[in-house]
């Protein structure tokens, strides 16, 4: 793998406040990574200006604010989402096939090969079998995650959004094609932080995972720069 195809992989995650921090980092990081992700607390209190701020360096976008709603309401969503130019936008598998299948035709229709590449999420790595029981769902995990990637794929979804240990189970199910993006990774040099069940950048990368999403041990390393081309050292040279 080449030095920017290994840097193209990596999705920096703005986890930050504000617009001003935006543009920082935007600025640090553009050429060095190949998206920068968007979430609900960031889209919530500045709006579209936090796209158009990463634009604004070059870089692309993958806009997390996994919709699950009407099929209507979510297929008109991710057409704002499609008009503002992001390269990835999510939904919740579990708003079900007809809620997925709208929006997937929705944006295939106005946008073709130019539309943003549309996730699921299946089960949030936050949830256990207990929260699964507590709203009725009586299935192992694992066996969900596989059903609803399958779900997705069926109704016409890019790819998936998983934890670095659903990886292989979801390429084994859905082939070489479906994207699979995975948090959850540390590099060799950067701490846990919260994160429990992790794999570095070259097992995720070797596992299946098409992209790697990275917030803290990039934005909290003295050098952030330096820090993602480590990361991006590391996945060429399959490291550890
Ligand atoms: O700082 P860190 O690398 O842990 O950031 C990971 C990013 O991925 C955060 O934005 C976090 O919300 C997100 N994420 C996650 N685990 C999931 C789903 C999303 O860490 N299962």
Avoid at 30 to 57: D, I, N, W, Y
Avoid at 76 to 93: C, D, I, S, Y
Avoid at 182 to 195: C, E, H, I, Y
């Amino acid at each position: 793998m080449t030095r920017d195809e290994a840097r193209n992989k990596i999705i920096f995650a703005l986890d930050v406040n504000g617009l001003e921090e935006i543009d920082r980092f935007a600025g640090l990081l553009s050429g060095k990574v190949g998206m920068f992700k968007v979430g609900k607390e960031l889209f919530t209190s500045c709006g579209p200006e936090a796209v158009r701020t990463v634009q604004r360096h070059g870089g692309q976008v993958f806009l997390d604010l996994k919709y699950h709603d009407i099929p209507n309401t979510v297929a008109k969503a991710m057409l704002e989402a499609a008009r503002l130019g992001v390269q990835l936008a999510n939904l919740h598998a579990l708003g079900g096939a007809e809620m997925m299948e709208t929006a997937a035709t929705a944006v295939r229709k106005e946008f073709g090969d130019q539309r943003p590449r549309l996730l699921a999420v299946t089960i949030l790595t936050s949830s256990t079998e207990e929260t699964l029981r507590g709203v009725g769902i009586d299935h192992p995990i694992r066996d969900m995650v596989v059903r609803l990637a399958k779900l997705a794929q069926n109704a016409g979804m890019d790819g998936v959004v998983a934890s670095p240990l659903e990886i292989e189970l979801i390429r084994a199910a859905c082939g070489p094609d479906f994207l699979i993006v995975t948090p959850g990774v540390r590099p060799s040099f950067a701490s846990l932080d919260d994160q429990k069940r992790i794999m570095t950048p070259a097992e995720a990368v070797s596992a299946g995972a098409d992209y790697l999403v990275i917030g803290r041990p990039i934005a909290k390393d003295a050098d952030p720069a330096v820090a993602a081309e480590l990361i991006s050292s590391e996945i060429v040279e399959g490291r550890p």
